[in-house]
């Protein structure tokens, strides 16, 4: 079982940045590889990145590469996105979420979900 708890989510004006944050409870953190999903108002859930269990691994949705950087800290079992020269269409509801599964980009092979943060950029 493992419990996920996002923060860092704000408002920010366009260019800014943010730091987003997920906090893990459980002694099989490391078994899992994370990602991070958004979900604007009307829209699906989408991918943003993922990381590998040992955080030896990345990828990111071509939207976001190069301004998103992923990391996980094993010891602390937290998991932060870095979000710089943030858009307005960055604005979204902000998730974090758990998998065993390689397919790191469907939303559906993820076993547990954080309750989200809501990031908004202003323009």
């Known amino acids: 079982q493992v419990q996920l708890v996002e923060s860092g989510g704000g408002l920010v004006q366009a260019g800014g940045s943010l730091r987003l944050s997920c906090a893990a409870s459980?002694?099989?953190?490391?078994?899992?590889?994370m990602g991070w999903f958004r979900q604007a108002p009307g829209k699906e859930r989408e991918f943003v990145g993922h990381?590998?269990?040992?955080?030896?691994?990345?990828s990111y949705a071509d939207s976001v590469k190069g301004r998103f950087t992923i990391s996980r800290d094993n010891t602390k079992n937290t998991v932060s996105l870095q979000m710089n020269s943030l858009k307005p269409e960055d604005t979204a509801v902000y998730y974090c979420?758990?998998?065993?599964?390689?397919?790191?980009?469907?939303?559906?092979?993820?076993?547990?979900w954080g309750q989200g943060t809501q990031v908004t950029v202003s323009s």
């Open positions: 979420g758990a998998t065993r599964s390689s397919y790191y980009f469907n939303r559906y092979e993820y076993d547990y």
């Open positions: 459980g002694r099989t953190f490391r078994a899992y590889a």
């Open positions: 990381i590998s269990w040992s955080g030896g691994s990345t």
